[in-house]
């Protein structure tokens, strides 16, 4: 298998697709030799049939909105691979979806499962309308219809999906009950529920609570102390939200945030209050992170991204190709010790390329946030047992599972020169397990 081989084919079968070619070119580049050892992988052309999505549904989801018109948006989900157990993976909902984005996140998530320990196959779905400004009743009416396209392809043993962006705890109840309604059954069919109804304790923490792990064991390889680390922290959702609220529990200081519109820089440190005016703002009153610099005086910068602020540790956590090489410079320049993602595919490759010719502490998100979608698997344990566990025993197994990561990582990725190449690590050590369950399993 020759790795420029395999993106020439994938980018003339499936051109104007530039965030899959991304996603997939990392990958098979960095399993490129091991793969070659394996002659019996290419007898079965196993790459082939590693990148190329399993299957792809997609549909015209209809809704009315408040006035009354009658709007289309597309639906999709594309179910990667069921190697290693049933498809699993996070519901987009934002203006910028499409098969390419959805295909890079899907592809992802595979290796992503595959780190986890966890039984879980690779998939990711999504749509391209857009919560922002919608009422409650709209996000309702929009989600219920999203499941009517849905329904039939999923089910607690064949695809089980959850949140990501635009997705979270409301918008995953309107669609579990949808899917109950239609189906017939009350079974873990999504993961990040309602804590009546199934959900796991920590599964709304877990990324943010897993990325701060994974750090944690990162820095312990150089022997770093978290404790009053400057923190720039990107996004203001669901995963940064938790990220802050764990370097604060462990004495470090976030100073960042951001949304679509801009950044606020907070050189106090985003306290355990401030942290919870951001919480009700985001999740409750849905506004814009610029109400934090006028709530708090403090600096807000719209049209930009944190990165050029200084920092000790950066932690992405909005979305993709969200640091670019200039940023990556920047941060470098400015003293950065550790980047750990929290986002999918934050940095792009040229960035990815400077955090680690500078010998960085650098984490892809793959490995760092896994901790969301590991809950996710526990989720799926609890509600097969039809039991549910404490939130101390769920948060002691995502600590298992992230430092289980990172010992994998380091297993496969540790150079001649002692500098541990996090993205290599999880990639074969993700792939490794995926070929094995594919090779087993015959010619599909
Ligand atoms: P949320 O919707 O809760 O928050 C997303 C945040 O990122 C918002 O602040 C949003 O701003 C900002 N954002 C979204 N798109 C863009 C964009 N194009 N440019 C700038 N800012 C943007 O999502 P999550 O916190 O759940 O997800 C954040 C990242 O983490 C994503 O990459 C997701 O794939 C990844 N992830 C999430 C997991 C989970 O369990 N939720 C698990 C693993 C990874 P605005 O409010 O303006 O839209
Ligand atoms: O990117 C991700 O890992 C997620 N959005 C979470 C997926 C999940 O199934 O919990």
């Not at 607690?156 to 635009?166: C, E, K, L, M």
Request: charged share 25%.
């Amino acid at each position: 298998m020759k790795s420029s081989e395999v993106l020439d084919l994938l980018k003339r079968r499936f051109p104007n697709e530039p965030e899959y070619h991304q996603a997939v070119e990392e990958v098979v580049e960095s399993i490129e030799d091991v793969y070659n050892e394996h002659p019996e992988f290419e007898k079965a052309n196993l790459i082939e049939r590693l990148v190329i999505p399993d299957k792809i549904h997609s549909f015209r989801v209809t809704w009315i909105d408040d006035k009354g018109n009658v709007q289309t948006n597309m639906g999709y989900r594309v179910q990667h691979n069921n190697a290693i157990g049933p498809y699993k993976g996070g519901i987009r909902f934002h203006a910028s979806v499409s098969p390419s984005i959805l295909k890079f996140l899907a592809f992802e998530q595979t290796f992503k499962n595959a780190l986890t320990t966890l039984p879980m196959g690779g998939a990711k779905g999504g749509s391209d309308f857009s919560p922002r400004g919608k009422s409650d009743g709209e996000v309702m009416r929009f989600c219920q219809a999203f499941v009517e396209g849905l329904w039939r392809v999923i089910g607690p043993n064949t695809d089980v999906p959850a949140g990501d962006i635009g997705v979270g705890g409301r918008e995953v109840g309107y669609m579990f009950g949808k899917y109950k309604k239609l189906a017939e059954e009350f079974t873990g069919t999504f993961t990040g529920k309602g804590r009546e109804f199934g959900g796991s304790l920590i599964r709304p923490e877990a990324t943010g609570y897993g990325n701060v792990y994974f750090l944690l064991e990162m820095l312990k390889t150089r022997n770093i102390d978290i404790k009053g680390k400057k923190c720039l922290v990107s996004g203001s959702g669901n995963v940064a939200q938790y990220t802050c609220e764990k370097l604060l529990e462990l004495g470090a200081i976030p100073v960042t945030l951001s949304d679509s519109d801009g950044y606020i820089h907070d050189p106090d440190g985003i306290t355990k209050e401030k942290l919870e005016f951001v919480m009700e703002l985001k999740n409750l009153y849905r506004g814009r992170i610029r109400e934090y610099a006028e709530e708090y005086g403090c600096k807000y910068v719209p049209g930009a991204r944190p990165w050029a602020e200084k920092g000790d540790i950066a932690l992405p956590s909005a979305t993709q190709n969200e640091i670019d090489q200039t940023d990556a410079e920047t941060l470098v320049k400015n003293g950065v010790i550790a980047v750990s993602e929290g986002a999918n595919m934050p940095s792009t490759p040229e960035a990815i390329a400077v955090f680690q010719s500078n010998k960085i502490l650098y984490a892809p998100g793959k490995a760092a946030n896994a901790g969301g979608v590991s809950v996710s698997g526990l989720e799926m344990t609890q509600n097969s047992e039809r039991y549910s566990w404490s939130a101390e025993q769920v948060d002691e197994k995502l600590r298992w599972i992230m430092a289980n990561i990172h010992e994998n990582c380091v297993k496969y990725g540790k150079e001649g020169d002692g500098y541990v190449n996090y993205v290599k690590g999880a990639n074969i050590a993700g792939f490794m397990k995926v070929a094995k369950a594919m090779m087993g399993q015959g010619i599909l």
